[in-house]
């Protein structure tokens, strides 16, 4: 079964609930130099009163064809078969940064020991049948997790206001 | 059943492996290489040389068995190709001849090493190969060295430097040209780099023309002598085109090549049947819509894929790159996108750790650089492939917000295609 | 990686990888939702947090404080053990001591100052959280004290006191009874109560119409609303008189209804008669048509709720605006059926689940109703009749003044001096007492002005009983044992009990026994409860019906002219009608020409609680103050520059946040920060008469750009 991460921007108020669980989850300390792996913010277009504002929640979009695979010199990632996670082993990481230059979504980061650290998608949760760690604590089940069938589903329904990423570069 | 012939075992050659395999699980497919080890990449050189990869590290795709296993290949692995025929798509070894249904030239590139610099006598290593890295690496272990010179500010070049810096050697660069990186960066990206270079303690010596390298170190053609008890050249490479030279599409008519093996977007030479990617082909530059070599590991991949693909038949396009690069060194990073010798007005933002200049021509963007800050090069990369694949492209409300949370102002998101805002 | 490295780098738990869940609440926005917490623990230590399925308050989803609760209860500055002051106060030098001779220095202390100047010269003081209110409460009247001092003199109270004044109680919003139109006047649930954001986003996706009005463009008012209003900050009193106007006018109210049930309709219209849309749109700003649609949606559903926020009571006309905003339910009949409003009575804990508890006997029967009159009272007469507290908003005048008796000793838990408008003046007031008492869980800054030091412990260390909405009862056990040498508040207070020798069997018997006398009538045993780990349901039956019984109220009805407040028209000028007055501090000037809005939430933080939280302060590292692109223009101020938000009585510096949240002329800013502490330039004067609650969202104030400093 392949997943895909949906934010659904209209319950999404950039809380930073999700960023927040992930650190407790992958035990990140950005002050001693964990980078972090989901960020929130609010994108606010103009400024009159009904003006768009947008907020979001962006992590690994855990792209179908993921360049950042590619751009690795090391082969330190790959797709998780199973999941559809793009998942890593940076044993041979070298800290270059290629991945970041091939990401369009910023997600790769660089920890403390220089090499590259990025959300797997909870992939043990998930193998384990448990939400990822944003997914759980979103208050407005603005993040979830989906099936390819299920997200293609939704979008045949047209099921306004999803939103996903497949990298197209 | 096909035939396919994979001539080269790099980053292009494994993707197309891998693309064939995955397209026509039954097809056979020959690799033949004559270098005896999985594929390799020669980026990885200067870490193995000061030992912060394994030799298993070098191999991102595994030992050979592993990949001959992985996509059932048949491994030519002691046999040097002689020459491809193209007509007969025939590929000729000492072995003997044998025919193919589609045959991919991903032979790679290796060392520029200009004749006249060996005229002086004096011995020199390269960067390129795992021997290279083995050998320094030798080197360093088993020699006393003290002064060090490497030729060639490039992406590789400052990392021999760094490695060799970090011993504790005294380290000179030294380049023909006026500043570092003169392909990819700007002056002022150069020099902002340089100086922090220098405050490390690297000496750097630029407009530096070498005459030849002497056993006590380089001469430059001023005559100035850079002593040395060790040269590292690292100039560049050339295209290994010789293989496609030999190749007749017609009866005197060879394949045409430039600086490398030039290709379409399916990655097909102009000989049918006879493909060619990385770092031995000019793919197409966006930014020209002229073919150029863009030798980087990525590119190498993507073009490997598509030409896998349809030598296996399926209708895959590789639309070209843009001139980019990253390269981490003495801890900072310099990121070059596009072509930095392509007209713009310039920008510069700086901000606590970092100062992303760009050249806006009008409205389009032709190159960034970027120094610190890598986080943001893919949001830049992707957003200025996309606008040079489809001129209206935008960033995504997504992205923007992205490089707002990474430190960017709106002044700058909006320069470079997103919208106001606030 | 193995499988078992990787499971326990996933954390997951079970046998295998040795990691536990064990059900905790979290504390830190008390007493709010009380959210349900899985702790995962491994070898005694919280490794990971989680929101417990099917909890009641939060369905198993946390907000963002409630994620951090583990960086929360790390924090290095716990207290670690009982500390004696040995420098000057407020320097931070402390000596550890035992718990013994804390509590023995305590009660020593405070038995001085009773015996040399009476009970009520020692302050009892509470900030966060609130579980162990009931416990203070009782200590201090027990002591002899009626000087209790809470929180809640800034917080929630003047809402309870308006409800109570106009309705005899509290009343909730029956949102998901899905009336035509839910008009959250005033309201963000999104960001500051989100499982009532999440009925919001429910009732919207139900086909629910949304009304949001609030001077600031929140999440909620860009998220689920159909029409957006924006009134100029505290002119929502003229805004509500108007729309009350034209429903009466329209004859969409509901006159059966008033007939029946409302007190003092006449004077009512009467009143709102004198306000015209013409006055209503140069005050508020709000143009005309949206004031006319606001009438029409309000009067003309068959069911609608108009569903104040605390936000309007914390202006100097606070009390009058929430009440001109609620007589609106009343007018139109919204009362008392489904999709309009029903009575909450309280359970426990400010939470009404359905059930009725002794928490209001417990607290209060203790009260010394010979003492000397609370600090509050001569002041806030209306305040002090509905509660058993005294108004701490008074405190810094009192201590001053020469009529008052003094105060020489407090004894505090979980006291944030940064509450209290003109913030110093309490730390300057500590530093005068004879013996200062602060329990907490961090070394605050009112902590390092105390001459004993308690260290408490987080909910994650104590059992506690809790009681939820839907009729749960829920009695918690430790996730993981105290730190350090820590104890739970209430087990302090009740050694402070014992210390002092007071003759209360009941409060020096401890909180297992006082909680069974407390929730004595609830037909379950707590034991068990305790045993289940998770909510227990009580069988509620159907409740009193509102309308059964007169109301709570001098008249037994609805009070839109509240006869309560009429007592103290003539001596104290309260206006016994809903009206609206000016609520600046001082008229407009050249040199203060924009409004300064405070007190807002933020998704990061509860007061000054969570700001020195990595995870929590790292997704907004500066305080900053949200600016309209237009002024900000015009003072030359850029996304990120450095500014001064000026007042009559100083500045702070801060960073400018460009933002249409705020509107143009108005400047939005949050507190609790001790780098830029907005409450030490709002004036400690600047009080709201009837309730006392301190005017935080309407001051005069000036932008300047910040001279940069190298």
């Known amino acids: 079964m392949s997943y895909i991460f949906v934010l659904d921007t209209k319950r999404c108020i950039g809380c930073g609930a999700c960023a927040v669980a992930c650190m407790d989850q992958n035990d990140l300390e950005p002050r001693q130099g964990d980078p972090v792996f989901r960020r929130c913010f609010t994108v606010e277009k103009g400024e009159n009163k009904y003006d768009p504002v947008t907020y979001m929640s962006m992590s690994c979009m855990h792209c179908k064809d993921a360049p950042c695979i590619q751009g690795c010199p090391s082969g330190c990632l790959k797709k998780d078969p199973e999941t559809g996670f793009t998942v890593y082993d940076n044993t041979n990481c070298i800290g270059c940064h290629s991945c970041a230059m091939a990401c369009p979504f910023a997600a790769p980061g660089f920890g403390r020991e220089g090499k590259m650290v990025k959300c797997d998608g909870c992939i043990e949760r998930v193998r384990q049948g448990l939400q990822p760690a944003c997914v759980k604590v979103c208050p407005y089940q603005a993040l979830s997790l989906v099936s390819q069938e299920e997200f293609e589903q939704r979008n045949r329904e047209k099921k306004a206001r999803l939103l996903a990423y497949t990298a197209l570069i | ?422 | 990686m193995n499988d078992l490295r990787a499971m326990t780098k996933g954390k997951l738990p079970g046998s295998e990888t040795g990691i536990e869940i064990r059900h905790t609440i979290c504390d830190i926005c008390t007493p709010g939702p009380q959210c349900g917490i899985d702790a995962y623990v491994k070898d005694g230590v919280v490794i990971k947090v989680e929101g417990t399925p099917g909890f009641p308050t939060n369905q198993g989803a946390l907000c963002t404080k409630g994620a951090a609760n583990r960086q929360y209860i790390y924090r290095p500055d716990r207290i670690r053990t009982p500390l004696r002051r040995v420098g000057k106060r407020g320097e931070g030098r402390f000596e550890p001591i035992s718990w013994e001779t804390a509590m023995e220095e305590i009660a020593r202390g405070l038995n001085r100052v009773k015996e040399t100047y009476g009970p009520e010269s020692v302050a009892f003081m509470t900030g966060y959280p609130k579980w162990y209110r009931p416990w203070l409460q009782r200590l201090a009247f027990s002591f002899g004290s009626p000087n209790y001092f809470t929180e809640s003199s800034t917080c929630h109270k003047s809402e309870t006191m308006s409800w109570r004044l106009t309705y005899g109680c509290e009343m909730r919003q029956d949102i998901l009874g899905m009336p035509e139109v839910l008009v959250g006047w005033g309201c963000n649930p999104l960001v500051s109560a989100y499982p009532m954001g999440r009925s919001y986003y429910q009732y919207k996706e139900q086909g629910g119409k949304v009304v949001i009005i609030d001077p600031r463009r929140t999440p909620t008012a860009t998220q689920c609303t159909d029409l957006f209003i924006r009134p100029r900050t505290g002119t929502d009193g003229y805004l509500a008189n108007t729309v009350a106007r034209l429903i009466i006018e329209n004859g969409w109210a509901d006159m059966e209804f008033i007939q029946a049930h409302v007190h003092g309709f006449p004077a009512y219209r009467e009143m709102v008669m004198g306000y015209t849309v013409e006055k209503a749109v140069e005050i508020t700003g709000v143009p005309e048509e949206e004031i006319r649609e606001l009438a029409r949606l309000i009067g003309t559903a068959k069911k609608a709720i108009v569903q104040p926020s605390n936000g309007l009571s914390h202006h100097k006309n606070g009390l009058s605006t929430h009440r001109a905003v609620i007589c609106l339910n009343a007018l139109t009949g919204n009362v008392n059926k489904p999709g309009t409003l029903f009575p909450a009575w309280d359970t426990a804990a400010d939470m009404s689940a359905g059930f009725r508890t002794y928490e209001g006997e417990f607290a209060t029967e203790r009260f010394p109703q010979k003492a000397r009159p609370r600090v509050g009272a001569g002041r806030f007469p209306l305040w002090c009749e509905m509660f058993y507290e005294a108004q701490a908003m008074d405190l810094l005048r009192f201590w001053k003044a020469e009529e008052s008796y003094p105060i020489r000793a407090m004894y505090a838990h979980g006291v944030n001096h940064r509450m209290y408008p003109e913030s110093s003046g309490l730390l300057e007031m500590a530093g005068e007492m004879e013996l200062v008492v602060a329990a907490d869980l961090f070394m605050t800054d009112f902590c390092r002005h105390a001459d004993i030091v308690l260290p408490a412990c987080s909910s994650f260390e104590r059992g506690e009983v809790k009681s939820y909405p839907g009729g749960y009862i829920n009695y918690t056990s430790p996730a993981i044992a105290p730190l350090y040498e820590s104890r739970d508040d209430v087990a302090i207070i009740t050694m402070t009990a014992n210390a002092l020798g007071l003759d209360d069997p009941l409060l020096r018997a401890g909180y297992d026994i006082s909680v069974k006398h407390i929730y004595r009538d609830v037909p379950l045993d707590l034991d068990e409860v305790k045993a289940a780990g998770l909510p227990s349901k009580v069988e509620c039956g159907a409740g009193r019906d509102y309308f059964a019984a007169p109301l709570n109220t001098p008249t037994g009805k609805i009070e839109l002219y509240s006869e309560r407040i009429a007592k103290y028209e003539a001596d104290y000028g309260l206006d016994p009608l809903p009206v609206f007055s000016d609520g600046f501090d001082c008229p407009p000037t050249a040199e203060f020409p924009m409004s300064l809005i405070t007190g807002g939430r933020l998704t990061n933080a509860v007061h000054s609680r969570l700001h020195d939280v990595p995870w929590l302060r790292d997704l907004r590292p500066e305080p900053a103050a949200d600016i309209h692109p237009e002024d900000a223009r015009r003072l030359g101020i850029a996304q990120g520059d450095e500014i001064c938000l000026v007042t009559r009585l100083g500045r702070i510096r801060v960073k400018a946040n460009l933002s249409a949240i705020s509107a143009p002329g108005e400047v939005n800013f949050y507190h609790g920060y001790r780098e830029a502490n907005v409450n030490e330039i709002i004036p400690k004067e600047h009080l709201d008469p009837y309730s006392g609650f301190p005017g935080y969202k309407q001051l005069r104030c000036r932008v300047e750009k910040a001279e940069v400093t190298m």
């Open chain 2, 1 to 422: 059943m096909k035939n396919y012939a994979i001539v080269g075992f790099g980053c292009a050659g494994y993707h197309a492996a891998r693309a064939i395999r995955g397209a026509d699980p039954h097809g056979r497919i020959a690799v033949f290489s004559d270098t005896g080890q999985p594929p390799f990449n020669p980026m990885l050189t200067t870490y193995y040389a000061s030992q912060r990869l394994s030799l298993e590290g070098v191999f991102p795709f595994g030992t050979l068995e592993e990949v001959e296993r992985e996509l059932s290949l048949e491994l030519h692995g002691d046999q040097p190709v002689l020459r491809v025929d193209a007509r007969a798509r025939r590929v000729e070894t000492q072995a003997g001849g044998e025919d193919f249904d589609a045959i991919l030239i991903a032979t790679g590139a290796r060392a520029l090493v200009p004749e006249s610099l060996r005229q002086g006598g004096g011995d020199f290593f390269l960067m390129r190969t795992l021997a290279d890295a083995q050998g320094l690496r030798d080197h360093l272990d088993s020699h006393r060295v003290e002064k060090a010179v490497v030729v060639g500010g490039s992406m590789v070049g400052i990392k021999v430097a760094e490695l060799l810096h970090r011993r504790g050697i005294q380290t000179t660069m030294a380049d023909a040209a006026p500043y570092l990186f003169p392909l990819a960066a700007y002056r002022s990206t150069a020099e902002a780099i340089e100086a922090r270079l220098r405050e490390a303690g690297l000496k750097l010596v630029f407009n530096a023309q070498v005459s030849t390298i002497e056993p006590g170190g380089v001469r430059l053609v001023s005559g100035e002598l850079l002593e040395a008890d060790l040269v590292c050249l690292c100039i560049g490479t050339r295209a290994n085109v010789e293989l496609a030279a030999n190749t007749q599409v017609v009866e005197g008519q060879g394949v045409r090549i430039g600086r490398g093996i030039v290709v379409d977007e399916r990655m097909a030479t102009d000989c049918p049947g006879v493909y060619a990617a990385g770092d031995c082909c000019e793919g197409i530059d966006l930014q020209t819509g002229k073919t150029a070599i863009i030798g980087l590991w990525a590119n190498a991949g993507a073009q490997g894929d598509c030409a896998g693909r349809n030598m296996a038949g399926l209708p895959a396009r590789y639309y070209g790159n843009i001139l980019h690069n990253i390269t981490h060194f003495f801890d900072m990073d310099f990121i070059g996108l596009g072509d930095p010798r392509l007209p713009g007005q310039r920008h510069l933002f700086q901000g606590k750790n970092y100062t992303v200049e760009i050249a806006l021509e009008g409205e389009r963007l032709n190159s960034v650089n970027i120094f610190g800050n890598y986080r943001i090069s893919g949001i830049l990369k992707s957003g200025l492939t996309k606008r040079l694949l489809d001129g209206g492209a935008r960033l995504t409300t997504a992205q923007q917000g992205l490089l707002r949370a990474e430190g960017m102002s709106a002044d700058f998101v909006e320069l470079i295609g997103g919208d106001r805002a606030l």
